[in-house]
Structure formats: C-alpha cells, structure tokens
C-alpha cells in the first residue's frame, strides 16, 4: 500500500503559538494542487507551542488535554478534516479526564503526540516515555506505560491496517543515556511488535547546539550549511540497528519475506531557543531488509533516505512511502 506522506519542518517559536500556525499553514499551502492529496501530516514535538519552557508555570497556559483541545490539538483536527488526511503532532498534555482539567492546581504533564483520522477524530494519544533533560525543567512526567505499544491503522478503507508505533525524540536513545547504548529498547519493541511504520516527532538537538559544550570555552558555529546534517540522520539510523542488515544485527528481517519495507518518519524542528540549536534533518529513513554491510548508516544498502530536509531551514516534505 502507498502512502502520500507530508513532513512539516517550522522553527517553532516559544510560546507563540497562532505564528506557528501561520507557518505550517503556510507549508501546506505551498503543496502543487496535483500533489495535494495526502494520506498522512506530521508535525515535531511540541510543534505549535515550542519546546524549552522554564518550568511548570511557564507551560501550563498550553497545556491541552484529548478532552480539551487548545491550538495544538484544534490545529491537527483542522488538517485532517480540511485534508481528509491522518496527522500526527506533538503538544504539552494536561492528564486531567474533565474539562476543567486546566484549572486543577496539581496537573499530570506529559510531553505527548496525537493521532487524529481522516475526520479528525482522536484514535490514539502517545506520552513520550524516555526523557530529556529539558522535559524535566517544565515538569514533564514518563509515560507510566513502557512498552511502547503499536496501533493498528487502517489509512485507507478497506486496505490492510498498518502496525504503526511512536516515538518522541529522546526515546530513541537508550533510557537516561544510562542504560546500555545496545539495547535499543524502542527500536527493539518496534521491532517484535512487527511495526511496518514508526513515526517520531522530535525536538533534536544540533550536534553544533551550545548547550551541548556548557563546559567549554570555544563552541561551535551554529552556522549551518543548509543541507540536511549526515551526522544526525547517520545516529538516527544507528539507534533502527535491529533494523538494519548488519554481520552484528542477528535479528531476521521479517518484512523482506513478505516484500514489504519499514518506514521511519523523523519530524524535528529548526531554530534557536535561549542556547539550544535545533538540529532539523527530517527524513524518511526506509528498511528494505536488502543484504547489507558493515556500515551502520546511509551506506548501508539496506536503509535508504527517501527524502530529507535541511537541517538549518523551514520546509515541508512530501513523499510517497510503501507499506
């Protein structure tokens, strides 16, 4: 089956969330009319609201909940419904079931993504499990589940449902950068569950992010070229190693048995806030299950980068993937 996939790649600023509307309706809008079916939208973590808050009062106007949309979640409805697409976006949640959970004094935060169909209801709402250190700074709690869970999506009527499963960001990476970089806990449950699409909204850092060199007196230049970032995209495929053909990747590859392919879709952002770089480079990484080699990236004919974007600059990708 063939999906019409668009990726939406913003600079996302802080706590301004109508300006961020306007660029992503921008994007869409720059879609060619005979290009402009499309079966899925993602959007990056926290795409409309911005990501490096400074603590649980900072964030808490954005808060939103499945049962009270704010403009993250009224956004996405408004893409399905006007696309007749699935769309898939990150926003802060408010756990509270009622709809004055805003007003409650101790709130549940979650750092979350939801799913809407094509007629932009809610089917499935995922809490990011693994946290980033930022996540912390705003309050953010782990997602109680740990499993990470696939859901079945039927994307076209009357089609074969898709095993599809999610990831945010620092999930990908092993828990607290504590556990064993090996274990690949996310790819791996990704993998058992017969997962055909993974799909991960993302605030990722630049390699060149001076937050990352606190300690040190000369930083980087957070001059980018505008190209997507080979480093980045390389350490993303390296955390889909069961997924890879690879001498040291014992797993079978199930999917190329049935002749179909894998597909993941990394959604990040762009820009600066305070001094955290985003490091952009979406992409859709797609796993053949072809015979490989001892590479553990792009060169390894066993992955392919369908597509990418810059990593320094706005943009939107529109691919066609099969699943």
Request: hydrophobic share 35%; aromatic share 10%.
């Amino acid at each position: 089956m063939k999906l019409r996939v668009a990726v939406l790649q913003i600079n996302s600023l802080l706590g301004q969330p109508q300006q961020n509307i306007l660029k992503c309706k921008s994007l869409l809008s720059s879609i060619p009319k005979d290009d402009s079916q499309l079966d899925l939208v993602v959007l990056s973590e926290l795409a409309i609201t911005g990501y490096n808050f400074a603590s649980a009062s900072h964030i808490k106007p954005f808060l939103e909940s499945p049962t009270q949309f704010g403009p993250s979640l009224e956004f996405a409805q408004e893409i399905s419904r006007k696309h007749n697409c699935f769309t898939v976006i990150g926003y802060p949640e408010c756990s509270k079931n009622s709809k004055d959970c805003l007003q409650e004094p101790n709130l549940n935060i979650y750092n979350s993504c939801a799913v809407f169909d094509r007629q932009g209801n809610i089917i499935h709402n995922y809490r990011k499990t693994f946290l980033y250190e930022t996540d912390q700074v705003w309050g953010c709690l782990e997602n109680p589940q740990k499993s990470f869970t696939p859901i079945n999506v039927e994307f076209k009527s009357g089609k074969e449902k898709v095993v599809t499963n999610f990831g945010i960001c620092m999930d990908l990476n092993p828990y607290k950068f504590e556990a064993p970089f090996q274990a690949f806990e996310f790819s791996r449950a990704c993998y058992q569950s017969k997962s055909q699409l993974v799909i991960c909204p993302m605030a990722w850092l630049s390699p060149n992010s001076p937050s990352l060199f606190k300690e040190q007196a000369e930083k980087p230049s957070t001059d980018l070229k505008d190209e997507p970032c080979n480093l980045t995209i390389n350490y993303w495929i390296l955390r889909f190693f069961p997924f890879l053909s690879h001498k040291y990747s014992f797993m079978p590859k199930w999917w190329s048995e049935k002749n179909t392919k894998v597909n993941v879709i990394c959604c990040n952002r762009v820009g600066m806030e305070d001094d955290i770089l985003y490091g952009g480079s979406s992409c859709i990484l797609e796993f053949n299950g072809k015979e490989g080699n001892d590479e553990v990236g792009t060169e390894n004919p066993s992955v392919k980068v369908l597509d990418s974007l810059s990593q320094c600059k706005e943009g939107i990708m529109v691919k066609e993937i099969e699943v």
